[in-house]
């Protein structure tokens, strides 16, 4: 089975936050999918509890519950995984390996994200009335929402593009960008997407769609 389970304490060495007792996070490639650990007070003491997710706060792309032993955590994450995979038209890699630790810990299941992107909003009032109309597109792989296109409202066509999912601990890793046009920016979208797979051990099964258009 491709999905990985690894101490917390050795995945995010220095974090300072108390600990949960015989906690876990499990990768998928680097990265992580989701987690469980003992409880060890209240009503629930002994019990384990687990959660899966892929995505940012997505809801649909989440799952959790309690189990009696760990193991059986293991097999819960893993079911739910793949039904998330499923729906997003994803697969594991079965030669996938678990990533290195990581320098900086997340809150709850891996959440990691860039930094905010510039407010293009406020650079683009620099640069005189507005000459279209605003655009916005989702990037999906299948059901799932992996990132953004947004047409420029002022000045000369230009598209940015920003990658929506947990990054890698990787400086290099481009996760946004700007070109000319809408099928550029996609295309340099779908070298992000990737290289991600290719991190989170995982294979796509069908193209990524571009997806409803806000304006």
């Given at each position: 089975?491709?999905?990985?389970?690894?101490?917390?304490?050795?995945?995010?060495?220095?974090?300072?936050?108390?600990?949960r007792?015989d906690?876990?996070?499990?990768?998928?490639?680097?990265?992580?999918?989701g987690?469980?650990h003992?409880?060890?007070s209240g009503?629930?003491?002994?019990?384990?509890s687990?959660?899966?997710?892929?995505?940012?706060?997505n809801?649909?792309f989440?799952a959790g519950?309690?189990?009696?032993?760990p193991?059986v955590?293991?097999t819960?994450?893993?079911?739910?995984?793949r039904?998330m995979?499923?729906?997003a038209?994803?697969?594991?890699?079965?030669d996938?390996?678990?990533?290195?630790?990581r320098r900086?810990?997340?809150?709850?299941i891996a959440?990691t994200?860039?930094p905010?992107?510039?407010?293009?909003?406020?650079?683009?009032r620099l640069?005189?009335?507005m000459v279209?109309?605003?655009?916005?597109?989702t990037?999906?792989?299948?059901?799932l929402v992996?990132?953004?296109?947004?047409?420029a409202?002022?000045?000369?066509?230009?598209w940015?593009w920003?990658f929506?999912?947990?990054?890698?601990?990787?400086?290099?890793f481009?996760?946004?960008?700007?070109s000319?046009?809408?099928?550029?920016?996609?295309?340099?979208?779908?070298a992000?997407w990737?290289q991600?797979?290719?991190?989170a051990?995982?294979?796509?099964?069908a193209p990524?769609?571009?997806g409803a258009r806000r304006g």
């Open positions: 089975m491709p999905l990985f389970a690894r101490l917390r304490d050795d995945h995010y060495p220095g974090d300072e936050r108390p600990p007792l906690y876990y996070v499990v990768l998928s490639g680097g990265l992580e999918v987690g469980f003992r409880i060890g009503p629930s003491e002994g019990k384990w687990w959660g899966a997710e892929i995505g940012s706060g809801a649909t989440t519950g309690y189990a009696t032993h193991d955590c293991r819960l994450i893993g079911l739910a995984f039904r995979l499923a729906r038209d994803l697969r594991e890699r079965t996938a390996k678990p990533g290195p630790p900086a810990s997340a809150e709850g959440s994200s860039g905010a992107p510039p407010n293009e909003r406020e650079k683009d640069l005189g009335p279209r109309n605003e655009l916005r597109c990037i999906r792989s299948g059901e992996v990132g953004l296109l947004a047409r409202t002022h000045g000369p066509e230009r940015s920003s929506g999912l947990t990054l890698p601990d990787d400086e290099d481009e996760w946004c960008g700007k000319e046009s809408g099928d550029e920016a996609f295309d340099a979208f779908e992000c990737s991600w797979c290719a991190w051990g995982l294979t796509p099964l990524l769609q571009r």
